[in-house]
């Protein structure tokens, strides 16, 4: 799942919530803050599941955990769910990202506000144990990042944090460059389409039976669509044919099902837009070249983008968990989930009937969605 990668890559966790797992023609449950007929078992329970797992069609009665504590999916019996304190913990931060103590570092040092490594012999296992204008070089010394336009570079952590590694050749490193993110063109060659390889094109695409930078795939009629009928409407067309996307349960009460997003889908347009704004705002150089997509960081210089970025990464990622959700449920479900944010875009708008991306309201996808803070969240996976 896209969102998982997301969370791993980030280092960054608030939340949880459970994610279930049910088959694209399996009916999906009712998600609902009303009171069991019999109410809940006792006064610690927030999630109580009544009806057939196997089949998917219960009905999950949920209601909000107080006094700090969430819904502690993770050690539920016989499908109840009780109140728990959090266990999770907040990772360290990488070098370049803002820190009061050394214990806030993931290099156990803290100068002048800011993660630093004092490595004074410039010798390294990995770039996070170099300063932020050097990477960890295959002899094992800090070397200074290339910068942009400089040949030589074979992966993207060469290269400064603002730029990365189009590479063309394995062989012939010379013919490797250092060019800035969302800058090729459709149709330019990459070697692979990798995260690094989609995020040099700006389209933010990658075609992975082509490797070259592309237009990216659309569902085919309205977004979002409503699948709960027919899972093969999850589709948009690609070079040589068309290209299946996931038909999805989500935290409703119509037990309805809607299709994931496709990469030039909304969220992950808008997801994109400011993956680009942070890489053109000339602060991702401040950062570790390996900590140039960790939240911490980015929010250290960018705290607005960062948020952004946050929301939509699990917005996208879960969009047919999140999309019509009650903010009672989500609560309980993604309990780090700022609702008072969410709020201010309609997701009720979020139609998009000429297939344009722009809520059909013209053709600037700018005031589509006015979006931000969202905790990163790690799966439970049952």
């Known amino acids: 799942m896209k969102f998982l990668a997301?969370?791993?890559?980030?280092?960054?966790?608030?939340?949880?919530?459970?994610?279930?797992?049910?088959?694209?023609?399996?009916?999906?449950?009712?998600?609902?803050?009303?009171?069991?007929?019999?109410?809940?078992?006792?006064?610690?329970?927030?999630?109580?599941?009544?009806?057939?797992?196997?089949?998917?069609?219960?009905?999950?009665?949920?209601?909000?955990?107080?006094?700090?504590?969430?819904?502690?999916?993770?050690?539920?019996v016989n499908n109840v769910a009780k109140c728990a304190p959090s266990q999770l913990k907040v990772?360290?931060?990488?070098?370049?990202?803002?820190?009061?103590?050394?214990?806030?570092?993931?290099?156990?040092?803290?100068?002048?506000?800011?993660?630093?490594?004092?490595?004074?012999?410039?010798?390294?296992?990995?770039?996070?144990?170099?300063?932020?204008?050097?990477?960890?070089?295959?002899?094992?010394?800090?070397?200074?990042?290339y910068k942009l336009g400089e040949t030589g570079c074979s992966n993207f952590l060469q290269c400064e944090p603002d730029t990365s590694c189009h590479i063309v050749s394995r062989a012939q490193i010379q013919k490797n460059v250092c060019k800035k993110y969302f800058s090729l063109p459709n149709g330019e060659k990459l070697l692979n389409c990798d995260k690094e390889g989609k995020y040099l094109c700006q389209s933010g695409y990658c075609d992975p039976a082509s490797n070259v930078c592309a237009t990216a795939p659309k569902i085919i009629g309205s977004f979002p669509m409503n699948c709960t009928k027919d899972s093969k409407l999850c589709k948009a067309e690609i070079s040589g044919g068309e290209k299946m996307n996931d038909c999805s349960c989500g935290w409703r009460s119509d037990g309805s099902k809607f299709c994931e997003p496709f990469d030039g889908d909304k969220p992950y347009v808008q997801l994109n837009k400011y993956w680009q704004?942070?890489?053109?705002?000339?602060?991702?150089?401040?950062?570790?070249?390996?900590?140039?997509?960790?939240?911490?960081?980015?929010?250290?210089?960018?705290?607005?983008?960062?948020?952004?970025?946050?929301?939509?990464?699990?917005?996208?990622?879960n969009f047919a968990k999140y999309y019509n959700a009650s903010d009672c449920v989500i609560?309980?479900?993604?309990?780090?989930?700022?609702?008072?944010?969410h709020d201010k875009d309609d997701h009720d708008n979020d139609n998009d009937n000429d297939n344009d991306n722009d809520n059909d309201g013209g053709n600037n996808d700018d005031g589509a969605m006015s979006l931000s803070i969202l905790a990163s969240i790690i799966f439970i996976l049952n």
Request: proline share 3%; aromatic share 16%.
């Open 6 to 76: 997301s969370t791993l890559l980030f280092g960054s966790v608030f939340g949880v919530f459970e994610l279930e797992n049910y088959s694209s023609e399996q009916a999906c449950p009712i998600y609902t803050c009303q009171a069991p007929k019999n109410n809940f078992q006792d006064d610690s329970v927030c999630s109580q599941y009544e009806g057939n797992a196997k089949q998917g069609d219960g009905i999950y009665y949920l209601r909000e955990c107080k006094n700090n504590t969430v819904c502690d999916f993770a050690n539920k």
């Open 91 to 145: 990772p360290k931060k990488p070098n370049g990202a803002s820190c009061y103590y050394d214990y806030d570092c993931s290099s156990d040092y803290c100068d002048s506000g800011y993660c630093k490594f004092n490595n004074k012999e410039r010798n390294c296992g990995s770039s996070t144990e170099c300063s932020v204008a050097d990477y960890c070089d295959y002899n094992g010394q800090c070397s200074v990042l």
């Open 277 to 317: 704004q942070w890489f053109d705002s000339g602060k991702a150089k401040s950062c570790s070249t390996d900590a140039r997509f960790n939240l911490d960081c980015i929010r250290t210089y960018k705290p607005d983008i960062a948020d952004y970025i946050e929301y939509y990464s699990a917005y996208a990622g």
């Open 331 to 341: 609560a309980v479900m993604s309990p780090s989930f700022n609702k008072d944010i």
